[in-house]
């Protein structure tokens, strides 16, 4: 019977397509992660309703799992490379998988918080190892056909999330978007077990380094924190300077603690590497200006055109289809003349999308929006792939589920940064127009609903309709400079683009080898002094 089953797998896998099933259960789980980030916001209102939840469960429904997320990604790439990649992302498909069954399950809206931050963590173990599980698969020269196919899938995961959670949650139960995870988890952890071959650092122990994971766990809890509540809890209040302060003593701590660890959680001489670290920049950049976009835009397609949650999930959808279209197409570009010249390309192009949509008015409506939806789907097309690719082609395929940590985190960390300083400077700038053109009400009321206008919401108008047409005015004003500057900050991120990329995927290939003969030599010269 085993015989059997052997021979039956042989047919179907082999060394030539072994690859590309490795790719398709990656692209499984990939899917699995990105819809949860975009399908439980419009089930928000219902969950509230059926699980009685304030409105700060609400908030940490989706926050606890940002937080976690975002926290654990560099651990669960580096301990996939010591441990062993495909067995660290087995563990996240399971986790994921049973957590989102649990979440279906939830009796209290505190039940449903906590195991949305168990389901961070499984996600933060499967993210950097589908990347770097792909970077083994595949040799150079196809490696940016396959991250293109990955960053499609995730594409197209966040074009079916929000239609796919509305309808769900109209027809059906805000329940059954979280019970749609274990079934695709569980296809995705027989396709692995079926295809992918583990992997793991040869080059490093097995000795863990929990200072490091200490220190950095600490340091990016503080920061997420910081960044997800300063606009609630006020930027200037003793919370969030508390949170900063622990997170830059997280960090020196971290670099002290990394720079004298025998076995260290991040290689810092992957930072030596152009390529890397411009793909670490841009991904921040990137993410910057499109979570920040995403977000801030769906309350104005709903709060100010008044379109329903699956209204506003239909009108992203030209974004993403054109995500989807072009990831693979700029993959393939890649291996052909390098990820610079895309990456330039789409960073220039996500600009004047941000500049396009800048120029929204409360009566502009959604035909100014759609030109500038097409061309942020082309520009994070041709942006996402190339980067992935740039950052892992840097580092040495040994190193790769750490890279993908780290460049994972860029992302998310760029996401949450972009979210949180656009809204403080809805919140700055709204106060300045609701403080000279509401000068009537009480100076409480203005800043309340200046705060409000910051998390996005247009407050209650206390009946006037002329404070409900100020209101409206003041958030779509500052949300047209918010987008202004996203557009200079993307800019600049092209410009980091063409400076730092490597122009091609030899030029990368010869940096890492150059790179890997020079830690061979310094490794070779520390034996022979441990020798002496």
Same mark, same amino acid.
């Given at each position: ?18 690859r590309?099933?490795?790719l398709?259960?990656?692209? @499984?789980a990939? @899917? ?6 975009t ?5 928000? #209102?219902?969950?509230?309703r059926? $699980? ?18 975002a ?14 990649r495909?067995?660290?992302?087995? /563990? ?14 939830? #009796? ?9 931050a ?9 993210m ?5 599980i ?10 940016g ?13 966040l074009?079916?999330?929000?239609v796919l ?7 059906v139960?805000?329940?059954?978007i @979280?019970?749609?995870?274990p ?10 077990? /079926?295809?992918?071959?583990e ?27 910081a ?7 006020h ?8 949170l ?12 002290v ?9 991040v ?10 670290l411009?793909s ?15 977000f ?8 100010v ?5 699956l ?6 959808? #030209? ?12 993959g ?9 010249i ?18 929204v ?8 929006? $759609?030109?500038?939806f ?24 040994t190193k ?6 780290v460049l994972?985190?860029s ?18 700038i709204?106060?300045s127009r ?10 409480q009321?203005?800043?309340?609903i200046?705060?409000a ?5 247009? #407050?209650?108008a206390h ?19 918010g ?9 600049c ?23 890997l ?6 490794a070779?010269?520390e ?6």
């Amino acid at each position: 019977m085993t015989q059997r089953i052997l021979a039956h797998r042989h047919r179907l896998v082999n060394d030539e397509n072994s690859r590309w099933w490795t790719l398709g259960a990656m692209c @499984f789980a990939l @899917f699995m992660i990105m819809l949860d980030n975009t399908v439980v916001n419009v089930a928000l #209102p219902s969950i509230q309703r059926d $699980l009685h939840a304030s409105l700060s469960a609400l908030e940490w429904t989706v926050n606890a799992y940002t937080l976690t997320f975002a926290v654990l990604l560099v651990t669960g790439g580096r301990l996939g490379d010591i441990f062993g990649r495909r067995k660290m992302f087995l /563990f996240g498909v399971l986790v994921f998988g049973i957590s989102s069954a649990a979440i279906g399950f939830a #009796p209290t809206d505190t039940a449903l918080v906590a195991f949305r931050a168990v389901q961070g963590i499984g996600a933060a173990f499967m993210m950097p190892a589908t990347l770097s599980i792909i970077t083994q698969a595949f040799p150079a020269h196809q490696r940016g056909t396959a991250i293109g196919t990955w960053a499609g899938v995730s594409a197209l995961a966040l074009a079916i999330g929000p239609v796919l959670g509305g309808f769900l949650t109209q027809q059906v139960s805000w329940r059954a978007i @979280f019970f749609i995870n274990p079934p695709i988890a569980l296809i995705a952890v027989a396709v692995t077990l /079926f295809a992918a071959r583990e992997s793991r650092d040869e080059t490093v122990s097995r000795k863990v380094d929990f200072p490091g994971i200490a220190a950095i766990t600490v340091s990016l809890t503080a920061i997420v924190l910081a960044l997800v509540e300063g606009n609630e809890w006020h930027w200037a209040s003793a919370r969030v300077i508390g949170l900063l302060v622990l997170a830059a003593v997280g960090i020196v701590s971290f670099l002290v603690i990394e720079l004298r660890s025998a076995a260290p959680m991040v290689d810092f001489s992957f930072f030596r590497s152009r390529s890397f670290l411009g793909s670490n920049l841009v991904a921040f950049i990137v993410s910057f200006a499109m979570l920040a976009q995403f977000f801030f835009l769906a309350l104005y397609m709903q709060n100010v055109l008044h379109y329903s949650p699956l209204q506003t999930g239909v009108r992203f959808l #030209p974004a993403t289809v054109v995500i989807i279209v072009m990831g693979p197409l700029a993959g393939r570009l890649t291996d052909r003349v390098g990820p610079r010249i895309p990456m330039t390309l789409g960073m220039a192009v996500v600009a004047s999308a941000l500049f396009i949509q800048s120029r929204v008015t409360v009566h502009s409506g959604y035909g100014l929006l $759609l030109p500038g939806f097409v061309l942020m789907g082309l520009g994070m097309g041709l942006t996402m792939s190339p980067m992935s690719t740039a950052a892992m082609n840097a580092v040495d395929r040994t190193k790769a589920g750490v890279a993908s940590g780290v460049l994972s985190m860029s992302r998310m960390v760029g996401g949450t940064f972009g979210v949180a300083v656009t809204g403080a400077l809805v919140t700055a700038i709204g106060k300045s127009r609701i403080n000279q053109n509401l000068p009537q009400l009480p100076a409480q009321t203005r800043s309340a609903i200046a705060n409000a206008l910051g998390s996005g919401a247009v #407050p209650d108008a206390h009946g006037s309709a002329h404070v409900a047409s100020v209101v409206r005015e003041a958030f779509v004003s500052a949300l047209g400079t918010g987008l202004t500057i996203g557009a200079a900050v993307t800019i600049c991120g092209a410009a980091l683009a063409w400076a730092l990329v490597q122009r091609s995927a030899s030029q990368a290939e010869s940096q890492t080898a150059a790179g890997l003969d020079t830690a061979a030599a310094e490794a070779g010269a520390e034996a022979e002094l441990t020798l002496v």
